[in-house]
Structures are given as structure tokens and as C-alpha cells.
């Protein structure tokens, strides 16, 4: 699936899930991978979060105030819906685009 992602794609899409497990949370959500583009840095997604006043510590004060009760396994990470949603409307994005790749602002355009 990520075959046709840019490498940057791939390290928020890999950035999010490590996100995710460092808060002890084996369901990755939406709101990590809102994290992690943020924290792509000099990135078109980074600059627009930033204009719109939007920070890193804003970002994880609303995830810590996040009151989902998800069922985990431990050892097994998943994905929410919702996520997968994000990965594949990028690929739709990108595929309308005729774009060389999935990149960060497909993601990004996804996830508004």
C-alpha cells in the first residue's frame, strides 16, 4: 500500500504510529498523524499549521484531553477507521493528481 507514498510520506506515516506506541496507545488515530505532519519539518503542512496558530504543545494538549475508549491487545497496533480513510483518500488524491507519489500535502488535504 505504501509502495507509491514518498519517503516523506512514509516517515509521517511511520512517525505517527511510533507517536502512538511512545503513549503506551496501540490504536493509531487521526489525531497522530495530525502530530506528525506538524513535525515534518520545513514542510508545506508545518508552515500552514503554524500560520493557522496551531503548535506542537497545542496539539498534544488536545490529545492528552481525548476521552476515547479503545480496546487494545497488547502487542497488536492497529489502525483507526478513520485513519485508513486519510491513507486512502490520499491515494485517491494523488491518483487524480497524476502526481509521481503520494506526498505530505495529499495526506495533509486528506486529513482536512
Not at 62 to 88: Q, W
Amino acid at each position: 500500500m505504501y509502495s507509491k507514498f514518498s519517503e516523506q510520506a512514509k516517515r509521517i506515516v511511520l512517525r505517527s504510529h511510533r507517536y502512538s506506541v511512545n503513549q503506551k496507545e496501540y490504536v493509531v488515530g487521526t489525531e497522530y498523524l495530525l502530530l506528525s505532519l506538524f513535525n515534518e519539518k520545513k514542510s508545506s503542512c508545518e508552515i500552514l499549521l503554524q500560520e493557522a496558530g496551531i503548535t506542537e504543545e497545542k496539539i498534544i494538549k488536545e490529545i492528552a484531553t481525548i476521552n476515547v475508549f479503545r480496546k487494545t491487545i497488547p502487542g497488536l497496533i492497529i489502525y483507526t477507521p478513520k485513519y485508513h480513510l486519510i491513507i486512502t483518500k490520499s491515494l485517491n488524491i494523488y491518483k487524480k493528481t497524476k502526481a509521481n507519489y503520494v506526498y505530505e500535502e495529499h495526506i495533509f488535504f486528506a486529513l482536512l
